[in-house]
């Protein structure tokens, strides 16, 4: 865990502050997937925390809601030691692609096979959220240009804009703590955004980052 995460947490458990959830992070923080239990997707997920072939099926085929793909993705879920989910869903994409994984770049991805390999990604290791931070941006740009285009747009999503959040908010653990709200505020704020996430799985995200509300001036 980054050090000031770690004396977070440390300060939270020596001083008893009142709002605990703030010794955790972001991204570990926001089960939001417990609103989309009635998908069977999501079921699979939830049970195994593990990717197979189904569940990255499911994430790269362009027709499948973005809520729902994020939400399988979160129910793959985090641990201490790390996941492996991102690299399991590359060998399928390089496989797929019939590209040796070594040779295999996320530059070559669609914007929202991307968005799925960035949460995977801040997922999988999020102590180094870096790692993700620029797939996520570049997943965002690629959707944005998309829209502009006039091909099948992905651009103005609520669900993007908020796991770009989280990402963001993760990365910021080991700064300016007032972003980590800032930016979920920002995305809540954008009324241009379609409302792609169902309301129960917003107010899961928004009930963790809006404690770091108070770090703002």
């Not at 009635?38 to 990717?51: G, K, N, T, Y």
């Not at 972003?179 to 955004?193: P, V, Y």
């Amino acid at each position: 865990m980054r050090p000031a995460m770690i004396i977070a947490a440390l300060l939270a458990l020596a001083f008893g502050f009142s709002t605990p959830a703030r010794a955790d992070s972001p991204v570990t923080s926001t089960d939001f997937h417990t609103a989309y239990l009635d998908h069977e997707i999501v079921q699979r997920a939830a049970a195994s925390h593990v990717m197979d072939g189904k569940i990255a099926e499911f994430l790269v085929n362009p027709d499948n809601p973005l809520d729902i793909k994020a939400a399988a993705i979160n129910a793959l879920g985090w641990k201490f030691e790390g996941r492996n989910n991102a690299e399991l869903f590359t060998w399928y994409l390089a496989a797929q692609r019939g590209t040796p994984v070594v040779e295999f770049s996320y530059d070559t991805l669609d914007p929202g096979a991307l968005f799925c390999l960035a949460y995977l990604t801040v997922l999988d290791d999020y102590f180094n959220p870096g790692k993700a931070l620029p797939m996520i941006e570049s997943a965002v740009r690629g959707m944005a240009a998309r829209g502009k285009s006039g091909k099948k747009p992905q651009a103005g999503s609520l669900t993007v804009s908020l796991v770009q959040a989280l990402i963001r908010g993760q990365a910021a653990m080991d700064g300016d703590w007032c972003e980590i709200w800032r930016g979920t505020d920002r995305a809540l704020q954008d009324k241009s955004l379609k409302q792609d996430m169902r309301p129960a799985a917003v107010e899961i995200i928004v009930n963790y980052m809006s404690l770091y509300s108070g770090d703002c001036e």
